[in-house]
């Protein structure tokens, strides 16, 4: 079991194969009253509730997160969709202090300020995916494993922020050289990065939706 902040004991255990099976064998109706039970309305689902409270957080304890944790996480990334089911993105953990100082000072350098860009977490989440012109959905395909890794974070109580300019670091040649490094095949592309660990400071409170930003046409 893991557990949440907001969200209480979330059970890290799947549901046997046979029963997921037999609910969707299920009429829609019995299908519907499953999931009411299991979540009872949609103010409380628990999955919604943290894609509602997910926010970027930039302040991080020093401590180590757990490698169950961090296991969650990526694993939550492997289950992002991916154009065609082709699992394009590959994602690496860094935790090796040199190495983070390294990324740190190259990131820095490419937006051209003497700051650290991943706030000293301790943990950084580097995804790549094919070159574009190889694959095209490989931007999407990282994007959406990059989601489901900061939202997942947030499910089993750690704090995560997007981190850009992967993209510029991994085509210089020292980008490239790390590539190899970490066994990564060639003509990959960064995709973007995560700054992981447990929060230690509240993160800034979100900005109100916009009012247009769905409509439903019927
Ligand atoms: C593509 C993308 C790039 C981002 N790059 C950075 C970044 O380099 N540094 C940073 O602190 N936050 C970065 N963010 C986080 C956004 O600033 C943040 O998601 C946004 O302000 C909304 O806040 P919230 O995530 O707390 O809801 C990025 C987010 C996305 C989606």
New binding site residues.
């Given amino acids: 079991m893991l557990e949440g902040p907001t969200f209480g004991p979330l059970s890290t255990v799947a549901p046997p194969r046979r029963l997921v099976e037999l609910i969707y064998l299920c009429p829609v109706h019995v299908q519907g009253a499953v999931t009411f039970c299991t979540f009872v309305g949609m103010e409380e689902n628990i999955v919604l509730k943290a894609l509602r409270t ?5 302040h991080f304890k020093p401590e180590q997160i757990t490698d169950e944790e961090l296991k969650a996480v990526l694993d939550a990334g492997t289950w992002a969709p991916t154009g065609m089911g082709y699992q394009d993105p590959w994602i690496v953990a860094v935790q090796k202090p040199e190495l983070i100082a390294r990324l740190t000072k190259m990131n820095a350098a490419v ?1 051209g300020r003497d700051i650290d ?1 991943y ?1 000293g977490a301790p943990t950084i989440v580097l995804v790549f995916a094919s070159d574009p012109a190889v694959w095209a959905n490989s931007v999407c395909d990282g ?1 959406l494993v ?1 989601g489901n890794m ?1 939202n997942a974070a947030h499910a089993i109580g750690l704090g995560s ?5 992967e993209r510029e670091m991994f085509a210089t040649p020292e980008g490239r050289e790390i590539m190899a490094e970490l066994g990564l095949p060639e003509g990959l592309i960064g995709v ?1 990065a995560l ?1 992981l660990g447990y929060p230690s400071a509240p ?2 409170d ?2 109100p939706r916009k009012a247009d930003y769905w409509r439903i046409i019927r």
Avoid: E
């Avoid at 922020?161 to 300019?165: A, E, G, S, T």
């Fill in positions: 997910r926010r970027s957080v930039r937006w860009p706030y994007t990059l900061m922020c997007w981190i850009n300019r973007g700054s993160p800034r979100p900005k």
